[in-house]
DNA sequence: TTGGTATTGAAATGCCATTATCAATAGAAA
DNA sequence: TTTCTATTGATAATGGCATTTCAATACCAA
């Protein structure tokens, strides 16, 4: 039970808040250290796990990377990845996404996700 | 370099080829280990290497899952993941999906993929 | 068949993200 | 302020996969 406002706390939290995107633990953990430098892994961890019961963030986990966290916003939205740096990226949700024409006998669906991949602006800057 | 033909190789790529969906190392190795008893992990992990290196299988993962391994087909196709037993399924790719209406700046992108989700039809029957 | 050696299974080891430990620190109530 | 104790940071411990090691085994060319 979290009864203390911390200045790390406040990092964390606004590193998450200000982010836009979902942000892997190391991420939080370089952005919130920029804010409150000397900032512990361990307090990122114990942080995010808070937010997280708290239902103020949402984890977000593609292909083989860490699992990554993000501001949980109403908004219904889909995630561009970069194939380059990795890093997930928000991008809005296309209206409706196309049932499958044949299901397996028995299923249920329940919901549906798009992500799309490609390279952003700064790798590609990069690159050239 | 593999260059003998083994009883277990031919066990493990039997499952692959046979299973139709991805497997995790620990879904091939039990699959293979039914048709060839006493099989260990290790020569699993090394086949699947193998296997993936010569392109012969390809490698999928989600969300704080274990990666799988299905056998490469040319033909294009979805996935959906079972929220119960987590395990993948093939499924029909939709036709097209929607490009999103707006992207950022500077992005480019290469390809898009559509999750599905819900439960399967063994995890229903089971949840009766 | 036989012999050389690639391959295997079991166990040890490595790797690394996450969690637990614990003394020191710093919120905040009084 | 002072005091109590929640929280922190450093680091050790843990847990999960995955890889390496090595003696035993079994392919397969001759």
Known sequence: MRSRQTRQLEAIEHALRSAGRPLAIAEVHAAAAAEFPGL??????RAVKTLS???KIVSVA?????PRYEWA???HHSHFI???CKRVFDIEAPESVPLP?????????????VIYYGTC????????
């Open 82 to 84: 970069c194939h380059t």
């Open 53 to 55: 019961d708290d239902g």
């Open 40 to 45: 512990g892994i361990a307090t990122v961890y």
């Open 73 to 75: 916003v109403a908004q």
């Open 121 to 128: 602006a700064e790798c590609r800057a990069a690159q050239k």
């Open 62 to 66: 593609y292909a083989g990377q860490p």
């Open 101 to 113: 024409k044949r299901k397996p006998r028995g299923f249920v669906f329940s919901g549906d996700e």
